[in-house]
């Protein structure tokens, strides 16, 4: 990977508070609006990183939480970094942990200096400040670094709400000086504030003065309702800068992800198309598809004849619902490329769409088609 080339964001084109543009890193360019597959152990689970790569993912990402427990940062340099680990050569984006300590491990604690907690895998107990946070993305090689953050499930007190914010912004200060000057490398902060706009607006406003080089916004898709989440994005979209990339941590159904592409998002990563895959769920352009269900038993259709994606063209669906009702491993794999290729067409007709000025055109007929679904 050569440092030569910065890290930057070029927007092509608007279609209201809809953005298509491109980020540039050392180890390739991601289009946006993007969908980033998520790898959290370093696999995106049940698929080749070359399938992956093949269905028009720009950039997959990777967990610190999880990694820094097993194989262990250290042990991950020592074995060239993150990128050759699991033979991905484009950009990954890391999570900062924050969020998984929060939610997977026991006995954690939260103070100014970071958090405290036990891994979920062995017991032993780990200390996770913004600067250590820093450390192991860094050892991990990760192009796309997520500054250390207290995600508040909702809902939340206003007063739990703000005392996270604040902590939040000033670890997001302190992962600054930790990351230094990488040009070919992003630091995104991360907006929190919960469901509360003043807390938004003020974290926004904060982080941007930080001059980094993306911003995410956090602290959503964590039980809220859909209009609240969007809500959250309209109340924080005016405070960011235009000229930097957007994510939004977590997100989401293709629904969530065309509404918020419509409010200003440019980034967005969800485990829903990998978990629903293994479960026998299929994402089509007619909908969501069950394939557990009785009624596909002998349907000799495919998912989805026009798909460019083999898993949604060759595969009767009676075939299908047979490998998930046998727990056959080859069902995870097809509905999982299946899915991951539905969301990535979805992508590319939204960056296609805001190009040509008609994606609330899309929007529409993207959810008349589900409409017609269930079939
Ligand atoms: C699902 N909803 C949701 N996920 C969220 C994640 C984890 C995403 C990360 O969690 C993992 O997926 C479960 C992936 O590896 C991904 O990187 C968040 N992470 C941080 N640091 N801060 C947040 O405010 C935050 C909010 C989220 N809301």
Same mark, same amino acid.
């Given at each position: 990977?050569?440092?030569? @080339?910065?890290?930057? $964001?070029?927007?092509?084109?608007?279609?209201?508070?809809?953005?298509?543009? @491109?980020?540039?890193?050392?180890?390739? /360019?991601?289009?946006?609006?993007?969908?980033?597959?998520?790898?959290?152990?370093?696999?995106?689970?049940?698929?080749?990183?070359?399938? @992956?790569?093949?269905?028009?993912?720009?950039?997959?990402?990777?967990?610190?939480?999880?990694?820094?427990?097993?194989?262990?940062?250290?042990?991950?340099?020592?074995?060239?970094?993150?990128? =050759?680990?699991? +033979? #991905?050569?484009?950009?990954?984006?890391?999570?900062?942990?924050?969020?998984?300590?929060?939610?997977?491990?026991?006995?954690?604690?939260?103070?100014?200096?970071?958090?405290?907690?036990?891994?979920?895998?062995?017991? /032993?107990?780990?200390?996770?400040?913004?600067?250590?946070?820093?450390?192991?993305?860094?050892?991990?090689?990760?192009?796309?670094?997520?500054?250390?953050? !207290?995600?508040?499930?909702?809902?939340?007190?206003?007063?739990?709400?703000?005392?996270?914010?604040?902590?939040?912004?000033?670890?997001?200060?302190?992962?600054? @000086?930790?990351?230094? !000057?990488?040009?070919?490398?992003?630091? $995104?902060?991360?907006?929190?504030?919960?469901?509360?706009? &003043?807390?938004?607006?003020?974290?926004?406003?904060?982080?941007?003065?930080?001059?980094?080089?993306?911003?995410?916004?956090?602290?959503?898709?964590?039980?809220?309702?859909?209009?609240?989440?969007?809500?959250?994005? !309209? /109340?924080?979209?005016?405070?960011?800068?235009?000229?930097?990339?957007?994510?939004?941590?977590?997100?989401?159904?293709?629904?969530?992800?065309?509404?918020?592409?419509?409010?200003?998002?440019?980034? $967005?990563?969800?485990?829903?198309?990998? =978990?629903?895959?293994?479960?026998?769920? &299929?994402? /089509?352009?007619?909908?969501?598809?069950?394939?557990?269900?009785? =009624?596909?038993?002998?349907?000799?259709?495919?998912?989805?004849?026009?798909?460019?994606?083999?898993?949604?063209?060759?595969?009767?669906?009676?075939?299908?619902?047979?490998?998930?009702?046998? +727990?056959?491993?080859?069902?995870?794999?097809?509905?999982?490329? +299946? +899915?991951?290729?539905?969301?990535?067409?979805?992508?590319?007709?939204?960056?296609?769409?805001?190009?040509?000025?008609?994606?609330?055109?899309?929007?529409?007929?993207?959810?008349?088609? #589900?409409?017609?679904?269930?079939?």
């Amino acid at each position: 990977m050569t440092d030569s @080339v910065p890290f930057g $964001f070029n927007l092509l084109a608007q279609d209201d508070t809809a953005r298509t543009g @491109v980020i540039t890193t050392p180890r390739g /360019t991601i289009r946006t609006p993007a969908f980033m597959p998520v790898g959290t152990a370093a696999t995106v689970k049940a698929m080749y990183p070359d399938q @992956v790569r093949d269905l028009g993912a720009d950039v997959v990402l990777g967990n610190t939480y999880h990694l820094m427990l097993r194989p262990g940062p250290e042990r991950m340099a020592r074995l060239g970094g993150l990128h =050759r680990f699991m +033979n #991905w050569d484009r950009p990954i984006l890391t999570d900062s942990g924050g969020f998984q300590v929060m939610s997977l491990s026991a006995l954690r604690k939260i103070d100014e200096q970071g958090v405290t907690f036990r891994s979920h895998i062995d017991g /032993t107990a780990h200390h996770m400040s913004p600067e250590r946070s820093i450390e192991i993305q860094g050892l991990l090689g990760s192009d796309i670094q997520m500054q250390l953050d !207290e995600c508040v499930r909702l809902p939340a007190d206003h007063a739990a709400i703000e005392k996270a914010m604040h902590l939040s912004l000033r670890w997001a200060e302190r992962c600054r @000086v930790a990351f230094g !000057e990488q040009p070919g490398r992003a630091l $995104f902060g991360i907006v929190q504030g919960g469901d509360v706009p &003043a807390l938004r607006v003020e974290s926004a406003r904060a982080l941007t003065d930080l001059d980094l080089k993306g911003y995410a916004v956090g602290g959503l898709a964590v039980g809220e309702p859909q209009e609240v989440m969007f809500a959250m994005i !309209e /109340t924080v979209e005016p405070h960011l800068p235009a000229a930097k990339p957007r994510y939004l941590m977590g997100v989401g159904t293709p629904d969530d992800i065309l509404g918020a592409v419509a409010r200003g998002i440019d980034m $967005f990563d969800c485990v829903m198309p990998t =978990r629903a895959g293994r479960h026998g769920l &299929a994402y /089509t352009r007619h909908g969501r598809v069950n394939l557990r269900n009785a =009624r596909h038993a002998e349907d000799t259709a495919p998912l989805d004849e026009a798909s460019t994606c083999p898993a949604a063209r060759d595969y009767s669906r009676a075939y299908l619902h047979h490998l998930v009702r046998s +727990n056959e491993i080859l069902g995870m794999m097809l509905l999982t490329w +299946n +899915n991951l290729a539905y969301y990535q067409d979805l992508m590319a007709g939204a960056r296609a769409a805001i190009r040509d000025g008609r994606y609330a055109d899309y929007c529409t007929s993207t959810r008349a088609g #589900w409409a017609r679904s269930e079939r």
